[in-house]
């Protein structure tokens, strides 16, 4: 059994070809809800990044595992699935501690992640190759290929489901994988790691190094036996990683941050609207990078609706995110909520008006955390800074509009392009602004819905790539086409 969060005295090592190993520097993992140090985190240094790429590369090679058919591969990702869901506790515990996020969320996204690695066993088992239409004398097809090994880069605001999603696919596309966490949520991916060897994968064939993005993200991404790069997180560092790649031609996906528009027309049904905008920015304290985090609202119903959202959003539970019923814990980390009230600073100081929230908790119990009330934002336009940057905290912009070509024109004013919500009951209006909006998923009459089965992805400055489905395997594999003469003379 390895060493990691659950059982491991500090500090914990992170994973190359199966083993612990221990870095030279370490680094702190900090309870956002308590401001306690849950323990000590080794970093992986660029000469660590080298022997893990070896490794991986070794493995990748490896008979065993190149050789291995789909269906014995399935048969581990099936395994790794069940082996999360007997774990679900220690994993929801992991996550909890190190984003803060509420216990209820915490244990839906470990049976999440699991179900991803299920949905990528049955991928892997039924997918075919192409015979391809023939235009002469032979017989043509096209095979998909795993790149080798693919580095898998993460944010905190969800580990355990965004892992499982660059994790699970590569796998099942034949790949090694070395996972870079973020380093705020550190440990989840060391125990999936540890859950994927019981569950028979190979040594090597996934691996974690832990650290910060300058000291083990950046020389992982740089270094020539990484073949693919699957990133997750904000906007700058997927430029940075981009360029990166484009130097070394290899391909990345990226999937990057957001500012979604959520629209609510004026002949919405008003209470199922507001409760779906409330949830669509306030679960996971707005860290989320598809929170819908600019309300449009059609100004006929303007006084209701922030009536409405005013008596729901001071209704919101904010505290210890292990207690039942609450509704949001604290920020990730103390310089995140820092940054957060920076943001709605700037709000004040720019004429808008703070309908709910724009503070810290009042109850002393909860002084320790990095906590910060659900925030409604007024009487600014699309040019203030709070309605046009991404804020990832609990803080909704309120925007009014008149008719539709108002209302497109502001919501895609905007760099990114992930989500967007429409709440209306004319669902031929909400096929045309659907298909207006800039953005990579768009929800009518509800919002924040996610299938493994179906691709997600942004526009614009919200990324490169689609993940999930079917096209998220081959997001981790190269076409080969090999052609058979036929003609008996050649
Ligand atoms: P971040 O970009 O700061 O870090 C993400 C990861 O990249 C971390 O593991 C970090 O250590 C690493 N990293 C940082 N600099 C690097 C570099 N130069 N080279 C290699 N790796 C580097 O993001 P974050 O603060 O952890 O997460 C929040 C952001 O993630 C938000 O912008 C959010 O919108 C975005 N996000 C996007 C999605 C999506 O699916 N589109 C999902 C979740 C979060």
Redesign the pocket.
Known sequence: MLQTASIAPAPIPFLIGGEPVRGEAVFQSVNPATGQVNYEVSVASSADVDRCVAVAQEAARAPKWRNMKPHERARILYAIAEGMMARADVLAQIQMRENGKVMAECRAQVASASSTFRYYAAVCETLGAEVTPSRGDYLSMTLHQPYGVVAA??????PLT?EA?KVAPALAAGNAVIV?????TPTAALEVADIALAAGLPPGILNVLT????D???P??RHPGVRMIS????????R??GR?AAERLVPVA?????KSPNILFADADLEAAVAGVVTGIFEGSG?????GSRLFVQRAVLDEVVGRLKARTQALRVGQPDVAGMSMGPL?SFG?RERVEGFVADARAAGGEILAGGARPEDPALDAGAFYMPTLVAGLTSAARVCRE?I?GPVLCILPFDDEDDLVAQANDTAYG?ACGIWTADYKRALRVARAIDAGTVWVNTYKQLSISTP???FKD??IGR?KGIGGMRLYQQAKSIYLGLDATA
């Open positions: 880069i993460t944010p905190w605001n969800s965004m999603q870079k966490p973020s380093e705020v650290g910060t993005g300058r083990t993200g950046l992982l991404v990133f997750t997180g904000g906007t700058e560092t997927g940075t990683i990166i990226l999937e990057l941050g957001g860290q989320s990078c598809i929170a990730s995140h991404e990832f992930l997600f992805g942004g919200s990324g993940e």
